[in-house]
């Protein structure tokens, strides 16, 4: 173990799977020789070259594509958007090609790709730099999406995606980059896919959430916790698609209650998803309707004013929760 | 749109026999006759083909177009639905340009390929079986008309999405490069996906990182009902590579000799220099853009007249073949018989086939999925499945 940050951590995840399997590359913009633009591929040209660490023009479209084709023949390109904002433009590539290939040739080919980059608010970058299209990506069979929130989930979720045989779509967190915890030095650390993480145990109510919210949700946790005597429950869903539905039945048959927490827009949200399967199988369990928190339903805005009030903080996960206690 | 209207009262197209050389009415785009005759029978490509690879070249083409009669038959009679994008018309092209490749060149087109299909060597029967939705189709039932593949024939399909391919190919040649292969990718494109964006960051791409994918622009006048004069400015369209520092040229696409010589030629250059490069062919499809396409509204019967008298790539062959004593006329009349045979037996195939099970409609979605004994992921993949698997 050693405490590196999340960063560091997909840094590492990248270095080794470049290093274990002569077929994965990372392309993207600016990740080459100005080390990523959030510096996550730091001294990876300089270790693996030009022809594994590769800079593209500004053309999502043509280098998403571009690494979809190489690995319909067997590459395992990982391609990173500089935000996944950016993958609007390149939409056709994601959601046409890499999701629907396999199915369209009836199995003959599958797509061995990962996507990665950034999904967030919170910077007071505005609308189009803010997007979190993990609800797009889960709506979309032949995709997987996977929100790993902390660096130890940033390296071994990585290094899963990279080693699977389909397209995985990663979502990070700029927010999160800089976030120091312990992470394994194994080589073979591995988190599958499809695997939510109990975070913290609890009797009274499961908070539900992914990607930054799970840090908004320990702290709420906490705060219930001392305030409040209540004693809640988080659990850190970590991948939406494959998504662990067993251990959400479980949490909500023991607490009864659930509160959904996450950073993505309401309508057809993640949550929206998760409340159907709760209320679906395990409706005789809960003892108080699901609730939900999500950010507020606008466009990112850019001032901090707006946008501090626009992300659902510990206070709002606090709120939400104490109406259903 | 595409789907409302169905073109079944124009009549079969027939391979018109030998002795048209009908003149002088006039073709509006494709007119060649300002440039010097070449003869393209003395290319080195092709004086070094045998009298069988001859036949066969002649053989390839006929197939194509007796299978899309067939399928278009079979179209009106209901056993094919959706879109249905015939190539008669510009069987050279596919049937030329694959005769060319070697064993490290791959292809990728759009949706109009079951003469791609064909011409890789995939069979009539798992194709047709494919239009009819059956689960002996070449995708299982999963793809249709738009989605044919052959990874194993280095076809890498069939793609919907106009355009959608260009960076696709892009990669394909990317691949061949990063593995060390003297292959390259020829990438099919209509004179209207040229309008889309990802071809123009391609074309950037192709050139900065000098990738072997060779774009071969299907130029066959229209897109859908759009003329090329009215839906793109500058021409010819092969010209915008220029802007990329790639070699570009303009061909014709009726003699298949023709389409050799370009192809060949465009490959040796990309093996030795892995440069890539557009190449205009200018062809044209006798058919609506689909079936269910109102035809008339846009282009005369003359003009489809004229190109089936005096361009038809298989009257052109044709002859060509008789004049060099390699084939006679009951050895044509032959190869015609048989691949109206071989067409009627796959829509006999896909007629008798069985439907897909409503159960298969989840299998490959994923690698995963498909290989359960391998998998590493948990969790709940699908979170609603066919009656049949509950
Ligand atoms: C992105 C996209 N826009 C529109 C369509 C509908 N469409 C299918 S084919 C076509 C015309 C394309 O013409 P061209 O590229 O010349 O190819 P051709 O059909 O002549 O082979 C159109 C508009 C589509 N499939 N994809
Ligand atoms: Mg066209």
Redesign the pocket.
């Known amino acids: 173990m050693a405490i590196i940050t999340y960063r560091e951590a997909l840094n590492q995840a990248l270095s080794e799977e470049i290093e274990r399997d002569e077929n994965v590359i990372l392309l993207g913009e600016e990740v080459a020789q100005f080390k990523g633009s959030y510096k996550v591929s730091e001294g990876m040209l300089e270790k693996y070259g030009p022809k594994k660490i590769i800079d593209t023009p500004i053309s999502e479209a043509a280098f998403s594509g571009l690494a979809v084709g190489a690995a319909m023949m067997g590459m395992r390109p990982v391609v990173e958007f500089m935000f996944w904002s950016f993958c609007y433009v390149a939409f ?1 590539q994601i959601f046409n090609n890499a999701a629907s290939v396999r199915y369209m040739s009836g199995g003959l080919i599958n797509v061995p790709i990962v996507f990665r980059g950034p999904a967030n608010g919170g910077t007071n970058v505005g609308a189009t730099h803010s997007h979190t299209p993990e609800n797009f990506i889960a709506n979309t069979p032949g995709l997987k999406v996977i929100c790993p929130s902390t660096p130890a989930d940033a390296k071994g979720m990585l290094k899963s995606a990279i080693r699977d045989n389909d397209p995985v779509c990663v979502m990070e967190n700029t927010i999160l980059y800089n976030m120091k915890d312990d992470v394994p030095e194994d080589n073979e650390f591995l988190i599958p896919l499809g695997k939510a993480n109990v975070l913290r145990e609890g009797a009274d109510i499961s908070i539900i959430a992914h990607g930054k919210a799970v840090h908004t949700s320990l702290e709420a946790a906490s705060v219930l916790e001392e305030k409040h005597n209540i004693n809640a429950e988080v659990i850190d869903l970590r991948s939406i698609r494959p998504l662990d539905v067993e251990t959400i039945l479980q949490s909500v048959k023991k607490t009864n209650r659930v509160l959904l927490v996450e950073e993505n827009k309401p309508f057809c949200g993640v949550g929206a998803q998760i409340s159907y399967l709760i209320q679906d199988r395990a409706f005789d369990f809960l003892d108080a309707p699901i609730k939900r928190v999500s950010a507020v339903d606008a466009p990112q805005a850019y001032s901090k004013a707006l946008e501090n009030a626009q992300i659902p903080d510990h206070n709002c996960v606090i709120a939400s929760a104490l109406t259903i206690l | 749109m ?1 789907g409302l209207y169905h073109d079944a009262t124009l009549e079969e197209s027939d391979v018109k026999n030998k002795n048209d050389t009908d003149t002088n009415t006039s073709t509006p785009k494709h007119d060649t006759s300002s440039k010097p005759e070449v003869n393209f029978a003395e290319s080195a490509c092709n004086l070094t083909l045998s009298t069988s690879s001859k036949i066969d070249l002649l053989t390839q083409m006929v197939r194509i177009r007796r299978f899309e009669e067939r399928s278009l038959r079979a179209y009106q009679q209901g056993h094919i639905g959706g ?1 249905l ?1 015939l190539y008669i018309g ?1 069987e050279a092209v596919a049937v030329g340009s694959v005769s060319a490749m070697g064993q490290d060149d791959h292809i990728i087109t ?3 390929d079951h003469g791609h299909a064909l011409a890789v060597g995939m069979d009539m029967d798992e194709c047709m079986a494919e239009l009819f939705g059956k689960k002996t189709g070449c995708s299982k039932g999963k793809g249709g008309s738009m989605h044919f593949f052959a990874p194993d024939k280095n076809f890498w399909g069939g793609h ?5 391919q260009t960076p696709l190919g892009l990669g394909m040649a990317f691949a061949l490069k990063q593995g060390g292969k003297k292959g390259a990718c020829l990438c099919y ?6 309008n ?1 964006g990802p071809f123009y960051e391609s074309l950037n791409l192709a050139s900065l990182w000098n990738l072997p994918v060779i774009y071969i622009i ?7 009902g ?1 003329a090329e004069s009215r ?1 793109s400015a500058g021409e010819p369209l092969a010209r915008r590579g220029e802007a990329f520092d790639i070699d570009w040229s303009v061909t014709e696409g009726h003699n298949i000799y023709e389409v050799r010589d370009t192809i060949t030629n465009a490959l040796e250059q990309a093996h030795k220099d892995c440069r890539p490069s557009v190449l205009e062919i200018n062809t044209y ?1 006798y058919r609506g ?2 079936v269910a396409d109102p035809d008339q509204t846009y282009r005369s019967k003359e003009e489809i007249e004229e190109y089936k008298k005096n361009k038809d790539p298989i009257s052109i062959f044709k002859d060509q073949l008789i004049q060099e004593g390699v084939i006679s006329d009951e050895q044509i009349t032959d190869i015609d018989i048989k691949a109206k045979d071989e067409a009627e037996a796959s829509a006999e195939f896909a007629l008798a086939s069985p439907y897909p099970d409503p159960s298969e409609l989840m299998d490959h979605i994923y690698w995963e999925t498909d290989n359960p004994s391998e998998s590493k992921s948990e969790g709940t993949m699908f979170f609603e499945l066919p009656k049949s698997n509950l």
Do not use: C, K, L, P
Request: charged fraction near 20%; glycine fraction near 18%; aromatic fraction near 10%.
């Open positions: 056709d | 595409e879109f994008h510009q759009a949706y109009r919907g999405i106009v355009g959608g494109m209509g004179d209207g996906a040229t889309q299907e130029n066959n006048g229209y897109s859908m759009t839906h499809r853009h689909s």
